[in-house]
Nanobody
Framework: QVQLVESGGGLVQPGGSLRLSCAAS????????MGWYRQAPGNKRELVAT???????NYADSVKGRFSISRDNAETTVYLQMNSVKPEDTAVYYC?????????WGQGTQVTVSS
């Protein structure tokens, strides 16, 4: 099992930047895949960015070149750096971890892009 706690959400103006953090209760080296998903009102939850333990990353087309996923040296926190944000990036952002066949979710953090 793993517990995930997100932080860093808030209100940001279009074109601005924001960094989300996801603190895991165990080293992420023991987690097969970690990443970020988001869900806007009335929409399904969608993938934003993920990485696997072998270093492979995957980004949604809508965020490529603007968002970047990374982890800290202590291997317990995953970040999502969001640059050049757009109003359509407004959503609740969720941290996700996959261990074997099970998936775990954080409680979510709201990101609102508005002037």
């Amino acid at each position: 099992q793993v517990q995930l706690v997100e932080s860093g959400g808030g209100l940001v103006q279009p074109g601005g930047s924001l960094r989300l953090s996801c603190a895991a209760s165990r080293t992420i080296l023991t987690i097969n895949r970690m990443g970020w998903y988001r869900q806007a009102p009335g929409n399904k939850r969608e993938l934003v960015a993920t990485f696997t333990t072998n270093g492979r990353t995957n980004y949604a087309d809508s965020v490529k070149g603007r968002f970047s996923i990374s982890r800290d040296n202590a291997e317990t926190t995953v970040y999502l750096q969001m640059n050049s944000v757009k109003p359509e990036d407004t959503a609740v952002y969720y941290c996700n971890a996959a261990i074997g066949w099970r998936e775990y979710w954080g409680q979510g953090t709201q990101v609102t892009v508005s002037s």
